[in-house]
């Protein structure tokens, strides 16, 4: 529209979640016109993230090393660990700092017709990191199986929970049911059920 790189620019920024065309031009826009400092800075920041953030070795979240800083924690407890379906959700779950365990981030969920079985999930890792634990003498006692409560994130959470059964103490499933705020004559009849079927003590 401007200049082939101007262009360029916007169709690279479109990769970004709700960019579209309009939003793009003003973002470029807005870099060239008064912030050029911080463009730069903006594409070295890229550069860095996208070449050097990689897997932790043992959660399979995002690291700056091999070992990310929660899974090199002394202080979290190893005996506690949540199994989630994305580092994203990882991310929602620190933030409400009301756990102290550690995680496993599958990368998705169980989706034979896409191809994801076992192997992508990271299973065979996962039961290794399980049974070494028992063997240090140090097991898990509590997994809380973390997926989404979706129709997916419940087969991909009793999937996980058949295969790593003889290796936990115990394992849990995140509470499913009315949100904070939520009047029930407005949920949906699953969501409702549900939260009638986990009812807890007073
Ligand atoms: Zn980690």
Redesign the pocket.
Known sequence: MLTPKFDNLVKELKVLPSVGQKTAQRMALHLLNHKRTQGIQLAEALMIAMNEIKQ?Q??R?F?DDD??P??ANPQRDNQLLCIVETAGDMVAIEQTASFQGR?FVLGGYLSPIDGIGAEQLGIDQLIFQLKRQIDEGNPVKEVILATNNTVEGQTTAFFVSEAIKPYVGQISRIAQGVPMGGELEYLDSMTLGQALQNRGKI
């Open positions: 932790c043992i959660c979240g690291s070992i990310c929660i899974c995680y």
